[in-house]
C-alpha cells in the first residue's frame, strides 16, 4: 500500500520561506518520481514541480527560480524548499506519486 503524508504548511509573511516534505511509503523514491501540486480556493489543482528518481526536476513557470525540490532516497521523502513566498502561494499542497496523493498540507502566505 503506498502512502504519502505531507507535513511542514504554515502561516507565513510574504517574502518568506517553508519547506514541504512528503513522506512516502510502500514505493521507493529510487524507481518512482514525485510531483507537486497545489490548489487555491475555488480554483483547479495545478502542477508545481517534480523529480524523477534520478534527481531530475522541473517547475512551472510561476515558481521556478523559487521553489526548489529535492529527495532524500534514505528517508524516502520529498521535499519542497518554497523561497520569497507570495500571497498568491497560498493553497493546499500535496504530492502525488504513481497515481497516489497525500491529504495535502495547507499554505497560507499574508500580504
Known amino acids: 500500500q503506498v502512502q504519502l503524508v505531507e507535513s511542514g504548511g504554515g502561516l507565513v509573511q510574504a517574502g518568506g520561506s517553508l519547506t514541504l516534505s512528503c513522506a512516502v511509503s510502500?514505493?521507493?523514491?529510487?524507481?518512482?518520481?514525485v510531483d507537486w501540486y497545489r490548489q487555491a480556493p475555488g480554483k483547479q489543482r495545478e502542477f508545481v514541480a517534480f523529480?524523477?528518481?534520478?534527481?531530475?526536476?522541473d517547475y512551472a513557470y510561476f515558481v521556478k527560480g523559487r521553489f526548489t525540490v529535492s529527495a532524500d532516497k534514505v528517508k524516502n521523502t520529498a521535499y519542497l524548499r518554497m523561497n520569497s513566498l507570495k500571497p498568491e502561494d497560498t493553497g493546499v499542497y500535496y504530492c502525488?506519486?504513481?497515481?497516489?496523493w497525500g491529504q495535502g498540507t495547507q499554505v497560507t502566505v499574508a500580504s
Open positions: 510502500g514505493i521507493s523514491l529510487s524507481s518512482t518520481a
Open positions: 523529480i524523477t528518481s534520478s534527481g531530475n526536476t
Open positions: 502525488n506519486t504513481s497515481d497516489y
